[in-house]
């Protein structure tokens, strides 16, 4: 079951207050409807009565998708340990756990996870797709305003580079993907019970740690 709540929100515009309902919990079975408000980013929309202002509100929201076999924790913080303790048997039995930090990791993780993609290569794709961008001086790094997964056909993955002015897409075989996470299997591991964040902070991370090991 999904759970919303109502809570006390001040408008960041005009300063005036009044009541939002943001969703704490959603759960994709019960609630087709929310999970496309999740994927859209709408759910987390809000517009201000009094001065018509719309904006984002980002909530601490736990995401199941059974069908999928994906839980997903919105928060920009550490989880307690109290949540921890539930991830072991949730892992154990075969669920992907993930925290993510904002809103846009967290509609790319349910695009990448119902493709049934694994989001470390997405994660590796979307870091080389960045050096190709500098390598081959295809506009300047500072421009780039996101760097998104878009699809997967055919084991071809989409990326998506995008800039003020324009946008740019890389096709990459996903077989190149998974070479490159086999080589380097130690490297990619991660700990699906620690909830990790495989996100593009998380890959550059690895990258800086093994080239200071180097
Ligand atoms: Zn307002």
Redesign the pocket.
């Known amino acids: 079951m999904s759970e919303a709540r109502e809570m006390a929100y001040v ?6 207050a ?1 009541e939002i309902t943001t969703y704490t919990t959603v759960n994709t079975r019960d609630d087709p409807d929310l999970r496309d408000r999740c994927l859209s980013g709408d759910i987390f929309r809000h517009t ?6 719309q904006f984002m509100v980002q909530p601490h929201m736990v995401y199941t998708d059974m069908d999928h076999r994906f839980i997903l924790w919105l928060s920009d913080v550490e989880l307690p340990p109290s949540v921890k303790a539930y991830a072991q048997p949730l892992a154990a039995a075969g669920f992907r756990l993930r925290r993510c930090s904002t809103i846009e990791e967290f509609t790319e993780k349910i695009q990448v996870f119902e493709d049934g993609m694994d989001d470390i290569l997405v994660e590796i794709a979307k870091y080389d797709c960045f050096i190709e961008f500098i390598d081959n001086r295809k506009g300047n790094p500072a421009d780039i305003t996101s760097i998104e997964y878009q699809s997967t056909k055919n084991d071809v993955m989409k990326i998506n580079i995008r800039t003020d002015d324009k946008g740019m897409s890389f096709h990459i075989p996903v077989n190149l993907l998974e070479e490159e996470i086999k080589a380097e299997a130690d490297l990619y591991s991660i700990d699906e019970a620690e909830i990790p964040l495989v996100n593009s902070a998380w890959v550059i991370s690895l990258f800086t740690q093994a080239q200071g090991n180097a």
């Open positions: 408008c960041p515009y005009c300063g005036k009044f201000c009565p009094h001065c018509h202002t």
